[in-house]
């Protein structure tokens, strides 16, 4: 239309539904499933850290070492998908285990993002859906799972093992429920608490 070459938009009347929303979750044993079939050291990493951390995906992609404190045990990421809605940081806090892949990490990417593919390349969101794709193929049992699916699952676990709603809204980064969010908002000053709960999170 606007390059004059039709006279009518033949997608004007086509209704779109809303799309359905995410409703899987990992069992413990699924995921330990799903990482033991995975081959590749490097993603296997990365499919650690989603459900150690319950970041997004594209989260965990762009973590670089200028990222991580170890001292205090956390990532703070400056940008991230509600960066510009909360006006500040998402600050992630580190079990003992993801801190001890973060060091890992970190001595061995001081530059540049910490998990990568096979050839030391940044995971795309492309190149993280094929792998997710693979692993469906390989796990036909397993009903339908994502990259995504490991930030609900990070959810659920957080609640079903006792951890308070203000706790898992702060973990995750949550912005769906503003008063939680702004009336808790100083729990991410409280990093020896919210570690605790990190790792409480997890399981």
């Known amino acids: 239309m606007r ?8 997608f004007a009347d ?4 809303k799309a359905g929303r995410r409703k899987r979750v990992l069992k413990k044993e699924e995921r330990a499933e799903i990482l033991a079939v ?14 150690e951390t319950g970041c997004r995906p594209s989260e965990v992609a762009r973590v670089t070492a200028s990222d991580a404190d170890l001292t205090l045990g956390v990532w703070i990421l400056k940008k991230h998908k509600t960066a510009k809605k909360t006006q500040k940081e ?3 806090f580190l079990t ?14 001081p530059t540049g993002v ?4 096979r050839l030391g390349q940044p995971l795309t969101n492309q190149a993280i859906r094929l792998r997710f794709k693979n692993l469906r ?14 930030r609900h699952s990070y959810c659920t676990d957080a609640l079903v093992n006792g951890v308070g709603i203000a706790h898992v809204a702060e973990l995750m980064g949550h912005t769906a429920t503003e008063m939680v969010s702004q009336i808790y908002s100083k729990l991410s000053q409280q990093v020896a608490h919210m570690r605790e709960a990190a790792a409480k999170a997890a399981g």
């Open 38 to 51: 995975i081959r590749e050291e490097r993603f296997r990493e990365f499919v650690f850290a989603m459900a």
């Open 14 to 17: 086509i209704v779109v539904g």
């Open 137 to 150: 193929k390989r796990l036909p049992h397993l009903e339908h799972f994502s990259a995504y699916t490991y």
């Open 96 to 109: 003992p285990a993801m801190l001890e892949l973060t060091r890992k990490l970190v001595d061995l990417y």
């Open 90 to 92: 998402r600050i992630v």
């Open 3 to 10: 390059e004059g070459l039709v006279s009518k938009n033949p």
């Open 114 to 117: 910490l998990f990568r593919g």
